[in-house]
């Protein structure tokens, strides 16, 4: 089974531009969540989707979002960059929505941001 | 602010010899409690987990203890490998919230 991809795997973005990450989980799960990585911060979540709808969602601006398609590929969005989110951003699907896909959960390699 | 973290950033082990890594936590709430494996250009990975009703869970070469009285948690990894050299996280869940909070991570590298 092929396990969580993430595209692109490495990116850079100047000051005020958007960017869109996308994941595609593992077949068969239906719940995508997203985390913020810094070596300061450490591991933060953003949001996770299940079934196209956005279930939890963590302490971040407005500026970042997210959705997820029919087929359960999710992409995020950030708008109006900054520097402070440069980043690896990690997402990790799950067959399971909520405090129960903490136990299921599958994490793909990652999209490293750089913002210049 | 109540948050999970780990006594050293770093670790320096010899192949062969036993690892421990501490973690600590704040929150006497949280109930379950997991710890994840991160090489370089990876996603963490699920080592193991273990719930509040429970003070030892052992793996496959690892194992986790849990002691509520002080809020620690320890993960032990037997016989390091080259292949164990990564950075290691303790992650926390309280009762009814949907998200895990991380630790800092501890970076362990094993010496031939």
């Known amino acids: 089974k092929a396990g969580v991809t993430q595209t692109p795997r490495y990116l850079i973005k100047t000051r005020g531009q958007q960017v869109t990450l996308s994941c595609s989980p593992i077949?068969?799960?239906?719940?995508v969540s997203w985390y913020q990585q810094t070596p300061g911060q450490g591991l933060q979540f953003l949001f996770e989707?299940?079934?196209?709808?956005?279930?939890n969602k963590g302490n971040f601006p407005g500026r970042f979002s997210g959705r997820q398609f029919s087929n359960s590929r999710s992409e995020m969005n950030v708008s109006t960059l900054e520097l402070g989110d440069s980043a690896l951003y990690l997402c990790?699907?799950?067959?399971?929505?909520?405090?129960?896909?903490?136990?299921?959960?599958?994490f793909g390699p990652g999209t490293r941001l750089l913002v210049l | 602010g109540e948050s999970v973290g780990l006594h050293l950033p770093t670790l320096s082990v010899q192949e062969g010899d036993n690892s421990i890594i501490n973690c600590a936590y704040s929150?006497?709430?949280?109930?379950?409690f997991i710890w994840y494996k991160q090489e370089s250009g990876k996603g963490p990975q699920f080592i193991i987990d273990?719930?509040?009703?429970?003070d030892k869970r052992q793996g496959q070469r690892v194992t986790v203890l849990l002691n509520k009285t002080v809020k620690h948690l320890s993960l032990q990894i037997a016989a390091t490998q080259p292949g164990d050299s990564a950075v290691y996280f303790c992650?926390?869940?309280?009762?009814?919230?949907?998200?895990?909070?991380f630790g800092a991570g501890t970076t362990v590298t094993v010496r031939a």
């Open positions: 990790a699907s799950s067959p399971v929505s909520g405090r129960a896909r903490q136990e299921t959960q599958y």
């Open positions: 077949s068969g799960h239906r719940s």
């Open positions: 992650a926390e869940n309280k009762p009814n919230d949907y998200k895990l909070s």
């Open positions: 273990i719930r509040s009703n429970m």
């Open positions: 929150n006497s709430a949280s109930d379950y």
């Open positions: 989707y299940f079934s196209e709808t956005q279930r």
